[in-house]
Nanobody
Framework: VQLQASGGGLVQAGGSLRLSCAASGRTPTSSAYAVGWFRQAPGKDREFVAAIWRNGDSYYADSVKGRFAISRNNAKNTVYLQMNSLKPEDTAIYYC???????????????????WGQGTLVTVSS
C-alpha cells in the first residue's frame, strides 16, 4: 500500500491550495478506511489537521475549522484537503495517512495510522 501526497507549494497569506492523497496497491482511500491529514512544522511535533471517517464524517483541528475541508473520491482512490484563507502558521509538511482498523475516537492521533504518504510542503508567505 502506498499513499502519494501532492499539491503543496508556495502561496500568499489568504490564498488557497488543494492537497491530494492518492492510493496505490490496496485502496486505503476507499470507504473501508479512515484517512487523515497531519502536518509538521520545523521544530514542532506532528499535529492533526483533518480526517474523514469511513462513513464520510469529517473531523478538524480547531486551528483549521472553517478554513479547511476534507473530502474523498472513492472512484479515484483519492482524498483531498482544500485549504482556504491560509495563514503563515499553516506552513508545514503535510502528510496523509490511512487506517482500516482504528476506532473513531482515535482518529486525531497519528500513532493509530498504519499507512503514510511521503509529505508535501506547504509554505504560506505573509
Amino acid at each position: 500500500v502506498q499513499l502519494q501526497a501532492s499539491g503543496g507549494g508556495l502561496v500568499q497569506a489568504g490564498g488557497s491550495l488543494r492537497l491530494s492523497c492518492a492510493a496505490s496497491g490496496r485502496t486505503p482511500t476507499s470507504s473501508a478506511y479512515a484517512v487523515g491529514w497531519f502536518r509538521q512544522a520545523p521544530g514542532k511535533d506532528r499535529e492533526f489537521v483533518a480526517a474523514i471517517w469511513r462513513n464520510g464524517d469529517s473531523y478538524y483541528a480547531d486551528s483549521v475549522k472553517g478554513r479547511f475541508a476534507i473530502s474523498r473520491n472513492n472512484a479515484k482512490n483519492t482524498v483531498y484537503l482544500q485549504m482556504n484563507s491560509l495563514k503563515p502558521e499553516d506552513t508545514a509538511i503535510y502528510y496523509c495517512a490511512a487506517d482500516s482498523s482504528m476506532i473513531v475516537s482515535a482518529i486525531r492521533h497519528n500513532e493509530n495510522y498504519d499507512y503514510w504518504g511521503q509529505g508535501t510542503l506547504v509554505t504560506v508567505s505573509s
